[in-house]
């Protein structure tokens, strides 16, 4: 033991010689070597200028590593786990360094890499729920692993970590900031985030943007959502943005039937957003309203800020403007979607956009400076929920589509066309790359109590099946469709990656991870390794790219041979 | 192990082969456990309550409480909020935030000071507690309703509109003869001759001859497989012989050929045509196929 011990610290010291203060400055520039930051930069667009594997050669990816990860404190420190979390590969114990203010023995079960993986300079950081990782790049080691000992939470995934100078910030499902050392795994400070005896539970990747930590939370019980910003050195709270009206005189409060209705609104910031640096915006999407699947006391207005993309001035934490992709939404399409930031053409005219294609079916363009809407699409090809539009351009829910006493027939699920994954962008293709499931439920008002239900309850929802699943390919102009590869499964789990090497990567939803042809959607390339868990990424060391993706509990790393 | 596993399948195959005709009855929604959300981990649970004083909270909620928050604190005639959603009584450990509230801290919010002692008032925010540990997953409230019945629809529509649209396939003097008597729940009923499948929850459909997928194969020098779809993606498609002999065969594109015929999707393709009303007349009909 002690023997394996002091071999960690010698194994650690090569690889930590490496280790450089990542300068918040770093996350401004476009995706390159590193990938720093949830959606590798603020953009959203998931799109990396690598193009070593490309088109042509992408025929000789294959493995260079794939590691299983043990979440918890089971194996800990125990001989022969260093070499990759396998045994047998030689190498030596790894640190494990404990966290948490729970008692220890609650056991989350069985984790899923659900993380964005970051990449900076020949290391990886990722995590599961409770579990932060350090791995070594270039040989898939295990560098250090940080287990938080949990109080309790939905444990149904973690988003991954934000990266500042040589820190590292990671949230849990018992709603805590956790701050670690980068170099070692060690906890520098931790700060509570909501209450989690009001049901919050915190999933969400913090975002870095200069000296400022931007937290999102969620909660399925009737409590407000709300965007957090902290010091990154201190862990102190500059500002709290609730994106429901929670006082009289509050914007968007005419569009609920009561302060009580709005304060109980949901609008959850499930899903990290995206920042544009010209204007100090970060524009993220907001949950469903709750009760989720009826008007109960909420009122037949708007429901604002739900289901919508809403633009907050980081130095402040006001909003600047909202758009709402769901108006009064009763089936849980929450807009928890990426949006994705174009500097593009509409019009003839050049214009900075954000791009989203949301849960409910319908594919959005706005300037991204006013939240003005441009383009207003519906990709979901059975999507039936709306008829017509609202005098913003928003979809209007069609009453007799809401869950009923005799049942609705709705497209797309409450799983929605697509869900938590982020999306692409290829500026070199001018296209969004979007997972569209067409699934149809019947949906069922259980309960017709005038008081309305709480949470998602009160209503049943029985899945049909699907009437097609795709990868689909929008021109952010037009908001057409301008090619769909069928997927023989529920495909895009995990999220898109897209490259200046005329790639997009996706899981098929059948075993197969898969590029694409960006251009037509023609599978290129792909390989047997289990459902995609989490959007793939890439990055370079020593001058060669490396693609890397998660399946459950396992990571794996791919480069050119 | 091996005949056991042989066992297990002729099992399986009779129990599918049977599903239709004979669903569980543990399928019928009234008697389904409350779900609990995946991922879920109940170790914050809230410490026990002293079962004597939840009891005397109870009475005196009863009294005190019950015509503003409701008997089961969703909120009442009256106008009190809902109880089980509001922050601070679920933030509550030991009475510190609810006790103020009963004894007066929000009267300018509406609710008023209300006579008991502190030792009522503590006995009180303990039930709320232990209501309150009732929750279900994803917010749903421990007191939802008996859900009223699905059947809305016209029954003289719905013969009209199974005799248009599904008598190609189905016949109620055939593989639907007493459907109702067979499913007795009109819920279950809908759902599955809806989807052509019966199912329970988000389940996978046991496999009858009536809905197994098949497929067939050529090869583009003209040789034919034919048989059960195992699986199929962009890349390899699997087949079974009549004795279970499983082939894997390349896909390169089109070539070869393969035809999928899925006894089901006529079902699916009717999903973006049926009008709701049209849902619920048919099952208004079925019901009466006893």
Known sequence: MIKNIAYAVLAAGCAFAQIRPVPPEELLKPLGANWPTYN????????????????????????????????????????????????????????????????????????????????????????????????????????????WKTR???????????????????????????????????EIWHKTIADLDQGYFSTPAPIVVGDKVLVGTGNDIDSPGFLLCFHAETGELLWKHYTVPMQKGDPGLDTWASLDAARHGGAQTWIPGAYDPETKLYIIGTGNPTPAYMTGKRGEGDNLFTCSLVAINVDTGKMAWYFQTSPHDTHDYDSAQT?????????????KLVLTAARNGYFFTLDRITG????????????NWAKGFNKFGGPEHDPVKDPTVGGAIVSPTSDGTVNWQPPAYSPDTGLLYVPEGNGFSIFYLT???????????????????????????????????????????????????????????AGDGMGNFVAHDARTGKPVWHTRIGNISSAPSTFLIDGQQYITVATGDTLWAFVLN | MRPNWLFAASILALSAAGAFAQPPAAATPQQRPPQRVGGFVPGQQRPPEDPAQVERGKSIYGISCRACHGADLRGGDIGGPNLLRSQLSLSDQKGEKIVPVIQGSMQAGGMPAI????????????YVRSVLGTIGGQGRPPSAMEPPSILVGNAADGKAFFQAKCTSCHSIDGDLKGIATRISDPRVLQNTWVSGMFRSGRGPAPQTPRNTVTATVTTATGQKFEGKLIRIDDFTVTIADADGTQRTIRRNGDIPKVEVKDPLAAHRELYPVYTDKNMHDVTAYLVTVK
């Open chain 1, 40 to 147: 590798g930069d603020y953009s959203g667009r998931r799109y990396s200028s690598l193009k070593a594997i490309n088109t042509q050669t992408v025929k000789n990816l294959s493995l260079a590593w794939s590691i299983k990860m043990t979440p918890g404190m089971g194996q800990a420190g125990g001989p022969g786990r260093g070499g990759g979390g396998r045994g047998g590969f030689g190498g030596s114990s790894v640190p494990l360094i404990v966290g948490g203010e729970g008692p220890g023995d609650i056991n989350a079960g069985g984790g899923t890499i659900k993380a964005s993986i970051l990449a900076v300079d020949g290391i990886l950081y990722f995590t599961m729920p409770d579990n932060a990782w350090a791995v070594d790049a270039r040989d898939g080691r295990e560098l250090w692993h940080y287990y």
């Open chain 1, 152 to 186: 309790g939470g939905t444990h149904i995934g973690n988003r991954g970590m934000a990266i500042w100078k040589d820190r590292l910030y990671m949230e849990t499902p018992d709603n805590y900031l956790v701050c670690l050392e980068a170099k070692t795994g060690k």
């Open chain 1, 339 to 351: 949006p994705v930031l174009v500097d593009g053409v509409i019009n003839g005219k050049p214009r």
């Open chain 1, 372 to 383: 003005e809407r441009l383009v207003t699409t519906k990709y979901g090809q059975y999507t």
């Open chain 1, 447 to 505: 309960d017709v109590d005038p008081r309305g239900s709480m949470g998602l309850g009160g209503k049943e929802e029985v899945p049909l099946g699907t009437a097609g699943n795709y990868l689909s390919a929008i021109d952010y102009k037009t908001g057409k469709v301008v090619w769909r590869h069928k997927w023989y499964g529920n495909g895009g789990s995990g999220g898109l990656l897209t490259t200046a090497g005329g790639l997009l990567f």
């Open chain 2, 115 to 126: 006579p008991m002692s502190p030792e009522d008032a503590h006995a009180v925010a303990a």
